[in-house]
């Protein structure tokens, strides 16, 4: 890419601009781009050596997330590393930018998570937290059962009911004194 150099700015092409604002890229993606860009291109060269420390320094990023930063423009074929010399792609066209998978075809099923596991006798999916609620409301309690827990249920209703009786109520204690 040919840049005309002047004094108090850097050129760029169009085409390049337009692809870069169309992309999403995080902040500080966008800013190490920008600084390899200014490096490079905007002084009308090619790759230069820049190091990492310096980006660090002059960005004021940490080193360790400029290194992944690059790793990750690497990735997404935004610049090119050859040992310390960094440039840009400047064919905009092979920046892989946005979504890293590929996007559904049609008739494409979808995969599936779950692998096939052996169950219970009759049972035809796997006991989740769900299906062992509704396996306990099918089942309920036995007749016996229920009867029991009945007459212990109608027990203690009756004797609450005694001791609320026993309970002299608030207000009239108040009035007597």
């Known amino acids: 890419m040919q840049v005309r150099s002047h004094k108090n700015f850097m050129m760029i092409k169009n085409k390049m601009w ?30 230069k050596e820049i190091s990492t420390y310096k980006i660090a320094k002059d960005l004021r990023i940490l080193g360790s997330t400029v290194r992944a930063i690059i790793r990750a423009l690497i990735k997404k074929r935004m610049i090119i590393v050859k040992g310390k010399d960094k440039g840009i792609q400047t064919d ?16 494409q099923e979808k995969p599936n998570s779950r692998l096939k596991k052996v ?36 027990k203690g209703l009756k004797m609450m009911k005694e001791a609320i009786g026993k309970v002299p109520d608030k207000k009239e204690k108040k009035a007597g004194d």
């Open 18 to 47: 337009e692809a870069l604002y169309k992309i999403k890229l995080p902040c500080n993606q966008r800013r190490v781009w920008d600084y390899i860009y200014r490096q490079t291109e905007g002084w009308g060269g090619g790759m």
């Open 119 to 154: 169950h219970l006798v009759g049972q035809e999916k796997p006991l989740i937290k769900e299906t062992l609620k509704e396996k306990k409301k099918d089942r309920g309690l036995s007749a016996s059962l229920r009867e029991e827990k009945l007459k212990e249920f109608k």
């Open 92 to 107: 905009f066209n092979l920046w892989k930018v946005g979504q890293e998978k590929p996007n559904k075809e049609v008739g």
